[in-house]
């Protein structure tokens, strides 16, 4: 039907505005396109330009080379040395699987370390290198190198490790290093990206814990290109990271192989310090264990020995135990009673075998008693029944303040792992701690160094170093970091009367040089060389009125965890103070009998630097000393024999 001119009319208008709107809307949707076109080349350009780059460039760290320990005489004792490795980028090997397999036909890897490394591939994120095997040989990274089409994602590179050249006889001292762990991640709050390297060895225990942040550095990096299989084709730039600060310690690696020589045999533990500036010149704890067998993660069978021998070769018994101190914390009492007036050196004190308080009675160790004894033969014959009679004057309080003053029951801040703060008990611990009064005889336990009084090796040897200076000889584990001289542990006055204190030494000397004293046996004899100490005997025991009635059970019939620890201090020269020394023998039995010759043996070798002349020993024990000095010589690394006065 033919339409009307109106009809034609009105169709063109509709027509138009449809083409308008149509139009419209074609005409914005070009302009949003070209704006963004425009936001993204121009505006985003570098953004862009970026995001390409980084498809073809990876950015790595680089670990820094971890500061060197040395001791006082500038030997290395914990050290670098070069490894060869290979490493595995997930995300660029494909199958990985199949690249293992190949890789295990050209360098042969251990089962249980692949599987590891595997297992921490799957928890890393997929673009962080993963070392598959270490410590590798120059041949299989050259097998590595020559077939690396075939594996893709593995890269040979070279780094460092840590090696420990002393083994055993640092071990509680400087520690190891270790692959870093989750639970490192979880328990340390530190946000180093070096962290998150797998296998990046950091401080585990002693030095190298302690002083982790000073030893590690900072990252550095290099940027690598890699083509469109993620394989490496060159290396653009490098920033170095900042090497760790290097450390030298107070300790005489050759002193201390000596001492742990000398307690090979024994759970024990000894200390010595230098009077003139607190150095630590020897910590050693034995059994130990070589740190070399935790640097790449030790074996569950390593691990297992370590944990169930008896005599504890993780532990740093020369710090970390706490013992009673026994008959060595009498010249605590006895100075406490001096300064505070409740007694006199010249007064004296009947000694029958025991003393009754409230119808309790302590024995001393003598049976039949002392008889009537005086401070200077108290210490000497180590009478018990004179401390347990002026203890009870000077009252618990008064003693615990001079023990404090003395370094016990203080914690020293020292870079090692678990240095033990001990116990000096008063009245306001034992009300705090448990509830309860302190009563009568808990002051005369504690008298004798029982009871709830508890102290290390260390902090005897720094009650005897102030002792024998009058100073408060505070002890010192770092004496350069990074050729950076480390405040003295040299220490001001005590403020205790010079008088009471030449006293307490006086009669240290005679416990090793007068034919009655309990230390008399271990003497030594060389003139300018003489010590002056105190023996201590700890129970671990509680001996009944039955079993003293019977008769008592001898340490040496006695099985050994039910034994007495020995205990020996003493310092030297005595005229001319120079050394301190702290020894335990973990249920050795009496003090004098098995801590004080190692004490004077340890001494001596310090103050003559190496091996003293068999002159200095009395002359009937001189054969088995030199048979003693050949064996120790055996035993001690090849060119540490001898020291070197620093």
Known sequence: MKRSPKDVIDSARMISRRALVMGTVQVGVIGVLGMRLQSMQVDQADEYRLLAEENRINIRLLPPARGMIFDRNGIAIADNEQNYRVV?????????????????????INPEVLARAMDEMQRRSPFVPVTIADRLSWEDVAQINLNTPALPGITAEVGLSRVYPWGADLAHVVGYVGPVSDYDLQRIDDNDPLLQIPKFQIGKSGAENKMEHTLRGSAGDKRIEVNAAGRIMRELDRREGEPGKDVQ???????????????????????????????????????????????????????TALNEDKYRPLAAKAVQGTYPPGSTFKMVVALAAMEAGVTTAEETVYCGGYTDVFNIRFHCWKRGGHGNINLHESLKQSCDCYYYEIAQRVGIDKI?????????????????????????????????????SWRIGDTV???????????????IAVMTARLATGREVTPRLIRLIDGVAQPSGLGESLGVNENTLRRIRSSMYDVCNHHRGTGY?????????????????????????????AGVIRNEDLPWERRDHALFTAFAPFDNPRYAVSVIVEHGGGGSAAAAPIARDIILQAQFGGPPPLE?????????????QRRIEERIPPGSSGLVRA
Do not use: C
């Not at 595995?88 to 042969?108: C, F, N, S, Y």
């Not at 046996?521 to 009635?549: D, F, L, N």
């Not at 200095?616 to 003693?628: E, G, K, W």
């Open 521 to 549: 046996r271990s003497r030594i004899i060389a003139e300018g060389h003489k010590m002056a100490g105190k023996s201590g005997t700890s129970q671990v025991r509680r001996i009944t009125a039955e079993e003293r009635a």
């Open 249 to 303: 310690l107070t300790i005489d690696s050759r002193l201390q192989s000596y001492v742990q020589a000398r307690l090979d045999g024994q759970s024990a533990g000894a200390v010595v310090i230098d009077l003139e500036n607190g150095d630590l010149r020897a910590v050693a704890s034995a059994p130990a264990f070589d740190p070399n067998l935790f640097v790449r993660g030790i074996s569950s069978r390593d691990w």
């Open 400 to 436: 615990a303040e001079m023990a404090r003053k003395l370094g016990l029951g203080v914690r020293h801040d020292l870079p090692l792992s678990a240095v033990a703060t001990g116990l000096a008990p008063d009245k306001e611990w034992k009300s705090s701690v448990r509830g309860e």
């Open 616 to 628: 200095a020993y009395p002359s009937d024990v001189r054969d088995r000393i030199a048979a003693q």
């Open 88 to 108: 595995m980028v997930r995300e660029d090997a494909g199958d990985i699987g199949e690249v293992l397999a190949k890789l295990t036909e050209l360098v042969d």
């Open 445 to 459: 336990n504690a008298s004798i160094g029982q009871g709830d009084v508890l102290a290390s090796p260390l902090q």
